[in-house]
């Protein structure tokens, strides 16, 4: 069965550093999400990308996150200086382009980000 | 953000008996609900979902009903196995996103 990928599983990062962390959606899917999961907390919703462009965010998705999908595969998130409350499990998902009704957001297993 | 509310933390059941999940949301705008089923370390994964424009939908042993007019939504799951332990999540979308509820952790004992 198809499934989303994330690279890497779990990242450790000074604060202030840059990272990026990528998806592999699945291959006919269409509409890409980034979530995030702090310890304890909610899976929040940050950003829909669809088409090259962001489509919705959240009031989480500031100046210092940006999404893209560079090489038409991978989809990327960066947060361009961490801040401690950035460590969270970080998800991807993706989605077909059918209806958002009945269509289903699949996850990836996520990414872990830790900040020093 | 308390949009959607999942107001028991833990579910025990012994194997075979119905699991019960529920779920409350306040925005009338959500027009369509998910369960996701997580183990620690993984993703959410799909189980089943429900548009607005309708009040039941089954899947195997899980069944979600939809009460629009009380905003409440719950899963069942029949019969319940070991395996169904998990974290369940209820999730609401509209535009383009899903808001979720904080989750309940179901134990099945066999």
């Known amino acids: 069965e198809p499934e989303v990928t994330q690279t890497p599983s779990h990242q450790v990062t000074q604060m202030g550093q840059e990272v990026i962390l990528r998806c592999v959606p699945i291959?006919?899917?269409?509409?890409f999400y980034w979530y995030r999961q702090i310890l304890g907390q909610k899976v929040e919703f940050l950003v829909s990308?669809?088409?090259?462009?962001?489509?919705?965010k959240s009031e989480i998705f500031d100046d210092q996150f940006s999404v893209e999908r560079p090489d038409g595969s991978n989809f990327t998130l960066k947060i361009r200086s961490t801040k401690l409350e950035d460590s969270a499990m970080y998800f991807c998902?993706?989605?077909?382009?059918?209806?958002?009704?009945?269509?289903?957001?699949?996850f990836g297993p996520g990414t872990r980000l830790t900040v020093l | 953000d308390q949009q959607v509310k999942q107001n028991s933390p833990s579910l025990s059941v012994q194997e075979g008996r119905i699991s019960i999940l529920n779920c409350d949301y306040t925005?009338?705008?959500?027009?369509?609900f998910l369960w996701y089923k997580k183990y620690p370390a993984e993703g959410p994964t799909f189980l089943i979902s429900?548009?607005?424009?309708?009040d039941k939908n089954e899947d195997g042993r899980f069944t979600v009903f939809l009460n629009k007019s009380a905003k409440h939504l719950s899963l069942h799951i029949v019969p319940s196995q070991p395996g169904d332990s998990a974290v369940y999540f209820c999730?609401?979308?509209?535009?383009?996103?899903?808001?979720f509820g904080a989750g309940t952790i179901l134990r099945v004992k066999s």
């Open positions: 998902a993706t989605r077909t382009s059918g209806r958002r009704d009945t269509d289903t957001q699949y």
């Open positions: 291959s006919n899917h269409l509409y």
């Open positions: 990308f669809y088409n090259n462009e962001i489509s919705e």
């Open positions: 925005n009338s705008m959500f027009d369509y």
């Open positions: 429900i548009s607005s424009i309708k």
């Open positions: 999730a609401a979308g509209y535009g383009n996103k899903l808001v």
